[in-house]
């Protein structure tokens, strides 16, 4: 009887907010305010809806209409806006990490922001360890208010434009992006489903620097015309040797599950981008000493002063 005291009196609480964003929307659109900020609201309004009808959710709605999402749209007004895209273990965050270094821009990875999130003692950490243990995205509401957050402060130091990794996995995450700001380029890297299982199993992050590596050694020959692929370990300095450690959610089952889920929701996410002209499909033809170079002519790019760590 309580309980359902309570629910309602949330319930009613998530309603009356849901009212007022709607209100003050409308106000926003009446004074013909700027374009991202109605879209913004709009965004706002319909997570918050969405927000009611969940039980499990007694947190406020993802906040979007703070500073964070209030992004440029005109590509004069900022650098570049870029998104990778990819399977588990293709090396978005790698790639993503050396053009973020070229480009002087952040790279923002929504599987960071998770851990983070994890490695503190909220309940919130509790509720996403269940989830990701068991290789199932979270919610949309999570992730775009840990997005949110993120760009919030990192406009708050100032930073401009963006390479994201891990965000937009799903066409409502593609939506929403698309809602509040312009995307430049998708990048969307490829390797065959078994090279990914082997790259997930060999990931190592030391626990002190935070640096990754790979133990796996992956040699495949070319079969019925397609080329072999070869990729060596990244192997750590001796430092980090002994303080290595293996993400909980790179065990073979929970790889093969994710993988699964990835193969299910990312074709609309990639044929959204596609349809828009933006999506640069990449095909990676081995490690870093041969997929880097490949993938900086794609991007009409040059790298001078090549002295990026192997591993990002
Ligand atoms: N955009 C997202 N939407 C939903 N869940 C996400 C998103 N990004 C990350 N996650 C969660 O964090 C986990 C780790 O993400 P990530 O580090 O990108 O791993 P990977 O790409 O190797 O699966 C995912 O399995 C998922 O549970």
């Known amino acids: 009887m309580r309980g359902g005291c309570l629910k309602w009196a949330v319930v009613g609480w998530k309603m009356l907010k849901w009212a007022v964003t709607l209100t003050t929307g409308g106000l926003v659109w009446s004074n013909s305010f700027d374009d ?10 319909v997570l918050s809806f969405s927000a009611l009808t969940s039980e499990t959710d007694l947190h406020p709605p993802p906040s979007l209409s703070n500073a964070g999402l209030l992004l440029p749209r005109d590509p004069k007004d900022r650098t570049v806006q870029w998104v990778f895209l990819g399977s588990p273990g293709v090396g978005k965050g790698t790639y993503a990490s050396r053009l973020s270094h070229l480009l002087g821009v952040p790279h923002i990875a929504t599987g960071d922001l998770i851990r983070e999130e994890l490695s503190t003692s909220g309940p919130l950490s509790l509720q996403l360890a269940e989830i990701v243990n068991q290789g199932k995205l979270v919610s949309d509401e999570i992730i775009v208010s840990l997005l949110s957050k993120r760009l919030e402060s990192g406009g708050a130091k100032g930073e401009s434009g963006f390479i994201l990794d891990g965000f937009p996995r799903t066409i409502r995450q593609a939506e929403i992006l698309d809602g509040v700001t ?39 020959k070319g079969e019925n015309g397609r080329p072999g692929i070869y990729m060596a370990p990244l192997l ?30 990312s074709q609309p996410v990639e ?40 591993a990002a």
Request: hydrophobic share 35%.
């Open 36 to 45: 991202r900020v109605k879209k913004m609201n709009i965004v706002w309004a």
């Open 182 to 220: 312009e995307i430049d380029l998708v990048i969307n890297l490829k390797l065959s489903e078994d090279v990914l299982v082997e790259k997930c199993l060999g990931r190592r992050i030391c626990s002190q620097c935070g640096g990754n590596f790979n133990v796996a050694n992956i040699s495949i």
């Open 236 to 265: 750590p300095p001796t430092h980090c040797a002994s303080k290595l450690i293996t993400r909980s959610d790179d065990t073979e089952a929970v790889i093969k599950e994710r993988l699964r889920i990835y193969n299910d929701t």
């Open 271 to 310: 044929e959204f981008y596609r349809s828009q002209g933006k999506l640069l499909e990449f095909d990676l033809p081995g490690g870093i000493p041969e997929s880097w170079p490949k993938l900086l002519q794609a991007l009409n790019l040059e790298d001078h002063d090549d002295k990026q760590p192997a």
